[in-house]
Structures are given as C-alpha cells and as structure tokens.
T-cell receptor
Framework: RKEVEQDPGPFNVPEGATVAFNCTYSNSASQSFFWYRQDCRKEPKLLMSVYSSGNEDGRFTAQLNRASQYISLLIRDSKLSDSATYLCVVIRPADYKLSFGAGTTVTVRA | DVKVTQSSRYLVKRTGEKVFLECVQDMDHENMFWYRQDPGLGLRLIYFSYDVKMKEKGDIPEGYSVSREKKERFSLILESASTNQTSMYLC???????????????FGPGTRLTVL
C-alpha cells in the first residue's frame, strides 16, 4: 500500500463551485500534513499546513480525520486561478521526511 | 523573498554521460533535498542533507550521488546517465523546527532531464 494516496482526478468544476477531495495515508502515527499546490510546469508551493484537526485559509479548508487516516481539501467559490494539481504531503514520524501523493488535478472552467 | 535556484531548466544528455545538477538556496536553510517527479508517482526523495558535508539516502538513491560542500549549495550527480533517469528533478530546502523536524520545503523551478 502506498504511504500517501490521492484520487488523481481531474475534477472539472465551474467557477463559483465548491470542490473537495481526499488524501489517505497509511501510517497511523503520522502527525503533520501539508497541502502543496503545483501549477503546470512549475514547482510545488505550500498551500497550507494541517497540524491539528484542520485548518482554514480564506476559501480553502483542510480537515484531518485521524480515525480514518485521511485529510481533505475543500475549495469554496472556485476561481479560474485555482486550476492546479494539489499535492498531499505527510511527514513520516520515523525520520521527518516528507511523503508526497501523486496529486489531484483540479480544473476550474469559466 | 525565499529563493531556490537550479542550474538548468532543461537538459538533454546521452546514455553513459556524467550529469551534474546544481541547486542553490539563499535562505541559510540547514536542510536540502533532491526529488524526482514522474507522472502518477508523485515526488520521490533521492537524497537529502541536514548539514554541510552530510548526506543521507532517500527512497531511490540508486544511480545517484550528491555533494554538499557549502551550506547554500547541493549538487546531484548522475555518474552514468541512463534512459530511466529521464525525469523532472526538483531541489528543495527547509529549516528545522525543534519538535516537528523539517519545516516547510521551498522548491526550485525544476530541471527537466532527458537522457537519450
């Protein structure tokens, strides 16, 4: 089983819609998580950290479900500029290295 | 502003060539990382370094080596390039947090390497 798994999508949504997707992780001892955003042909950039039960930053909400070992990202009022691949990242508790999911692609259409 | 730079955006090499990928960060970060990114596989850690002259293997170190002679510079070396090393290579750096370990990673723009 992969350490971090994501639905690759793509999620195609109209502007203004809400889109949500999950990321599952295999190590129940994992404590820290990130969502990174990667635009086409660009480097990943930190979107938000998820250290406790969840986090909210403007239109973006990340939630952590420890019992089921997944984190989710919800984007409200989608903008065209939200089109990107969203990478789920889990810090491995044994060595603090980062494990990356393969990414979920979101396309927001006008 | 945080900055990580990589020596080349695109590189084409032949099988068997020795390849050097350079990464420089200007944030005085202790930690530096080399990843490769392939479709459907996400980012996979090749090597990382927590200090000058210090290196540790990541998840897929075979066929690669690294060098960190100065704090700001971390080099990835392909001793004898092979076609299966065609990939996007991303360098990253981070500082360290006392209790949670490595902090946010900042990535360079990536080097798209093609081995023919």
């Amino acid at each position: 089983r992969k350490e971090v798994e994501q639905d690759p999508g793509p999620f195609n949504v109209p502007e203004g819609a809400t889109v949500a997707f999950n990321c599952t992780y295999s190590n129940s001892a994992s404590q820290s998580f990130f969502w990174y955003r990667q635009d086409c042909r660009k480097e990943p950039k930190l979107l938000m950290s998820v250290y406790s039960s969840g986090n909210e930053d403007g239109r973006f909400t990340a939630q952590l479900n420890r019992a089921s070992q997944y984190i989710s990202l919800l984007i409200r009022d989608s903008k065209l500029s939200d089109s990107a691949t969203y990478l789920c990242v889990v810090i491995r508790p044994a060595d603090y290295k980062l494990s990356f999911g393969a990414g979920t692609t979101v396309t927001v259409r006008a | 502003d945080v900055k990580v730079t990589q020596s080349s955006r695109y590189l084409v090499k032949r099988t068997g060539e020795k390849v050097f990928l350079e990464c420089v960060q200007d944030m005085d970060h202790e930690n530096m990382f080399w990843y490769r990114q392939d479709p459907g596989l996400g980012l996979r850690l090749i090597y990382f370094s927590y200090d000058v002259k210090m290196k540790e293997k990541g998840d897929i170190p075979e066929g690669y080596s690294v060098s960190r002679e100065k704090k700001e510079r971390f080099s990835l070396i392909l001793e004898s390039a092979s076609t299966n090393q065609t990939s996007m290579y991303l360098c990253a750096s981070s500082s360290s947090h006392e209790t949670r370990g490595p902090d946010t990673q900042y990535f360079g723009p990536g080097t798209r390497l093609t081995v023919l």
